[in-house]
């Protein structure tokens, strides 16, 4: 129902938008000649006025609006039927192709596109032939088919909103192979598009490219204009999952002076949300082996637990997860451990205080662990445990020792999901 009231709102206003412009029309047709005046300016068209107002609408979704959420894809039902409905005439004219082109990548469905391309009388015209097709191409999925036509039109030739919006497409195109041009776009995209759900679809992404390229200082920088700028965003949820996933590539343990600055910039968010971040990082971190990280981000989250005590638990168990890996403190990790009441855990976290007891009972019976308990050794590296527990454990016991042992293939993982993102904005 809420969906359907937001979506009528916006067509109502649309309606008079329509009807004001009539008005005047008519208006005009019926004066008599007066003195030339001022050029009045130019009216939109209705593809253009339909772009216009669904942007409006997702515009209010970057800064938080559930209701323009909800109302979006009423609207775009109704917008669909609108375009299908115009007359071929109105597609001779280039502002209202690129107004199509614009609505199929705010979400828009790429029917209108195929009809322009089978458009036979009047055809469409060739100098916009390339644009729709590769535009059709890329939300289809045919990535090299959209690289081949996209990729060489010029941004600065374009209006600024449908320029940001293709910006942000060649981006997608190229992050695979060219990071570094990949974020040079999505700069492009902040600057041309500011305050808009385009920016802060560019500014989401471009944070990730910024990870996966180990560009630190930017990687900080964009997060905290992320969560200064678009913290209330419908997508800052999905955003706060995937830095905590972003979180997990570093290794502070040998840059304390970064997690520094990462505590620094998540200081912009309430305590909560600060404390679950830290939380899923920590508990990532665990399975990615970076144990220090994990000490790290568990013992902010204790911070910040106060009178929370599922959280508290939780920030207790993936920090002794961690701890388990060095003979030094396996001994208070383990009483840690055995020290949490199983019963107030979620099931994926109680398969880890249950892989966690039994790595440290393989660990601590391992030679080269006896060995230096016994001689009061260095510490062994989590590298060495591992290696030596993978050896010893049982083959009937995979499943227990899962959660700690699956590295890598999680990281590859995330970086497919960053990669592979179809949507221009989501």
Known sequence: MNCLRHAALAMILFGLSEAAIAEDKHQTEAAPLAEPAQTQPETASKPVQMVRTLQLMQDQIAIGSTEAHLGQRGLLTILDARFMDLEPEIWLTGKNVQAAIAFVLSGGNPQILRKLLEMGNPPLPLEHRSFVEGTLAYVEGREEEAKSKLMSLDLEALPPMLSAQLALVQSALLVRTDATKSSELLDFVRLQAPG??????????????ASQTEDMTKFLALTSNYLRRYRHSVYAGNFRQRLASALTR??????????KGVVEVLNDLEPEVRRELYLLAARSSVEHGYTKSAQLLAEKAQELSGGDTASAIRAKLYRAAAMIVSIETIGTAVADLESIDASSLRDGDLVLLRSALAMAGHIRQAPGARMAESENKQPLKSTQAVATVAQ????QAPEQLKVLSKTRDTLNRIDKLIKNQASTVQ
Do not use: S
Request: glycine fraction near 8%; proline fraction near 7%; charge should be negative.
């Open 392 to 395: 010893d454990v049982p083959k």
């Open 250 to 259: 570093i290794d502070f343990g040998r840059d304390p002076a970064l997690f």
């Open 196 to 209: 808009t759900l385009l920016e802060e679809g560019a500014l989401r992404r471009q944070v990730f490219v």
